[in-house]
């Protein structure tokens, strides 16, 4: 939840409103088929609806004892909005819900996040909505939780359908909007000249937006009177005029912003006007002063100047955001101002940035994945590398929506090797945190800048992993066309490792199909492209596939013997992560064997590392073959501690092997019970 107003007009009436409409707090009466509680706040852009609804959840919010979720779902703005399905996405993260577990379609995700709420207490917030099928899906269907949405529309569908209580926001009346105004410049000059205060108020349009931003500047000049910054307003009101077109919507506020905007210092002016460029809907201070081209410390000041003046907003450590006029507004400036070439270089600056960010994050997570070439930064693109894991994670988890916009916009604007360098070196973050639409998304848009490009190359590294993001989501005929046409454009680029990986693909897609010939052969391929090439993780990998195989045809030591030599080549390069991959079957291989020292041994390795890297499911999985293996050499408490502890992962994780794992720890309790 963004933070509460800290100047904040009563709206009584409103709140009155919005306080009847909460639900009962008696849980019996609450399941007793009252309906959910939906209450939507109508009104016009910068009248205060999103203060509103934040505002008053800050006071009721205590009353939802599972807590709150808040999303701006952007949709008004230069920007594309937030797709439903993320928002979905985002909500499910944020009720704990594990991200192997969460459906790829927005429908499977509606009806799990229902599921999920049932029985809660919990207050939901949609912001920025722009029509009912943004918001539908996001309603609860238990009625002791409560949504707020907000929207320039009237969003009349809720209230036929979901029975939604309407509020239509106006502006302030004359009273409230002189006492907003008295808040911010002190009740002694209002009660000094009350008829400027009220014309000041009037040519704000009585917009709490457009109040908040005046009023900043009036507290800062503390020697002019009212009726001179009225008069500064109605010359600036009367320049405008002649720009005001039909269906404007910055026709009520363009004076007070460019009155606003004109008092600033040419630098401050500049960087504000820059920023309105960005893709994303919030911007670091880092991002901006790459598409500012400044320096940080520069930046963060000029970034408080803004603040301070009400034109962009601070909702967290370095994070920042404009309103949507106000974004508008900005937009509006730098393309009056900037000539094209200087719009497509601020840009350029800032798709670096993303880029570069992205590209040392992905050495930090994945260092043996696919490295591309990449444009230079620059000396006026300046980043700061992460340097763990979880930094760099938290950065891609911070900017995956900026990340998602700024490809689309670059693909738009005809920045085609940014589209589609940016998602081949985010590629690894999106898969290990299993933001599957995102993934298959931004590897097509991807895809089309290399055409557009004439970037073999580029078609190449996006093919794979598209191809990776439809084998992961099931796609198989999907995935195998792409992995074909990745092999045939990386041999003409001679991009042994994308050719490797696309051939190893296919056989992934052939032995899941059964077709144990057909993925033997594609895997040797595999092997034999890597050896000759030095690509060491790769033939790792395609040794551990081969294992795979001779394993499920029962030729268990020619398993053995492929298992071993991929722990070496992945140990000896410190891959950690794919050593976990490689002595995990390695230990079922020795299990079937009979050698059950060796067994215990490789699994233990495994689960170490599993659990080092927070992979919960193969943790799971790891666990249960502990289990088999202590029980076949008669250690059952120790087997039953395992089948526990897995079936305790894998079960919310609705992994398929939980059943089996709850069988055998019930039939170990049995048997506990008759010994």
């Not at 849980?27 to 016009?44: E, K, L, N, P, R």
């Not at 591309?372 to 988890?397: C, K, N, Q, R, Y």
Request: proline share 4%; net charge negative.
């Amino acid at each position: 939840m963004p933070l509460d107003a800290t100047r904040f007009v009563n709206r009584q009436q409103t709140i009155t409103r919005l306080d009847a409409a909460l639900p009962v707090e008696n849980d019996a009466t609450a399941a007793g088929g009252q309906s959910m509680t939906v209450a939507a706040i109508a009104g016009a852009p910068g009248v205060g609806k999103t203060a509103l609804a934040v505002h008053w959840a800050h006071r009721v919010r205590q009353r939802f004892a599972d807590g709150d979720l808040y999303v701006d779902m952007r949709g008004y703005g230069p920007g594309p909005a937030l797709d439903v399905g993320q928002a979905l996405d985002t909500f499910l993260r944020a009720l704990h819900v594990p991200a192997e577990q969460i459906p790829t379609d927005t429908e499977g995700r509606a009806a799990l996040y229902r599921s999920v709420l049932t029985g809660k207490r919990v207050l939901i917030v949609v912001d920025n909505v722009s029509t009912v099928g943004q918001v539908r899906p996001l309603l609860p269907a238990t009625p002791s939780c409560m949504a707020i949405i907000t929207s320039r529309s009237r969003l009349s569908g809720l209230v036929a359908r979901e029975g939604a209580s309407r509020m239509t926001l106006d502006v302030l009346s004359p009273d409230e909007a002189v006492a907003l105004l008295s808040d911010s410049i002190g009740g002694d000059r209002v009660n000094a000249e009350p008829q400027a205060a009220a014309e000041l108020a009037r040519r704000c349009a009585y917009l709490p937006l457009a109040l908040r931003i005046i009023g900043e500047r009036i507290a800062n000049t503390p020697y002019a009177t009212l009726a001179e910054f009225v008069a500064d307003l109605a010359l600036v009101d009367h320049q405008l005029d002649a720009l005001t077109v039909d269906d404007d919507e910055l026709s009520d506020v363009r004076a007070v912003f460019s009155w606003s905007y004109q008092a600033l210092p040419e630098e401050t002016a500049r960087f504000f006007r820059l920023l309105g460029l960005h893709a994303g809907s919030d911007i670091s201070a880092a991002a901006a002063a790459a598409i500012t081209g400044l320096n940080l410390p520069r930046a963060r000041k000029l970034l408080d100047q803004l603040t301070a003046a009400h034109l962009v907003q601070n909702p967290a450590r370095e994070r920042y955001l404009f309103h949507d006029l106000l974004r508008a507004y900005a937009l509006e400036r730098a393309q009056a101002e900037e000539i094209p070439e200087q719009q497509r270089q601020a840009r350029r600056r800032v798709y670096t940035w993303y880029l570069w960010m992205a590209e040392e994050g992905r050495k930090v997570i994945l260092p043996y994945s696919h490295a591309i070439p990449l444009p230079p930064a620059g000396p006026d693109v300046p980043f700061t590398p992460p340097s763990a894991v979880a930094e760099a994670m938290a950065w891609f988890e911070r900017e995956r929506l900026n990340l998602l916009d700024n490809v689309r916009q670059a693909d738009q604007l005809g920045d085609h090797d940014i589209a589609w360098q940016l998602p081949v070196v985010s590629d690894g973050f999106f898969e290990l945190k299993s933001y599957w639409s995102d993934w298959c998304d931004v590897h097509l848009t991807g895809l089309r800048a290399a055409r557009s490009a004439g970037s073999r190359l580029g078609e190449a590294a996006n093919l794979r992993c598209l191809g990776d993001a439809y084998w992961r989501t099931e796609q198989r005929e999907a995935a195998l066309d792409c992995y074909r046409q990745g092999v045939d454009a990386s041999r003409d680029v001679n991009d042994h490792w994308v050719e490797g990986f696309c051939l190893r693909g296919l056989g992934l897609i052939h032995e899941e199909l059964g077709r144990i010939e057909e993925a033997l052969n594609l895997y040797s391929q595999a092997r034999e492209v890597f050896r000759r090439h030095g690509l060491t993780r790769g033939e790792g990998m395609s040794l551990l596939s081969l294992g795979n195989c001779h394993r499920a045809r029962g030729h268990l030591d020619t398993a053995i013997d492929h298992y071993r030599q991929a722990v070496t080549i992945l140990d000896g390069i410190n891959d950690q992560w794919s050593v976990a991959w490689a002595s995990y079957p390695l230990g079922l291989a020795y299990q079937q064997t009979g050698q059950l020292d060796e067994a215990l041994e490789q699994h233990e390795r495994a689960l170490e590392l599993f659990r080092r890297f927070d992979d919960r499911r193969c943790e799971g999985l790891t666990l249960a073959a502990l289990g088999d293996t202590f029980h076949a050499t008669d250690q059952r408490d120790d087997a039953q501690r395992c089948w526990q502890q897995a079936l305790q992962i894998l079960d919310p994780l609705g992994d398929p092997h939980a059943e089996a794992v709850r069988r055998l720890v019930a039939q170990q309790d049995s048997s506990d019970e008759t010994y």
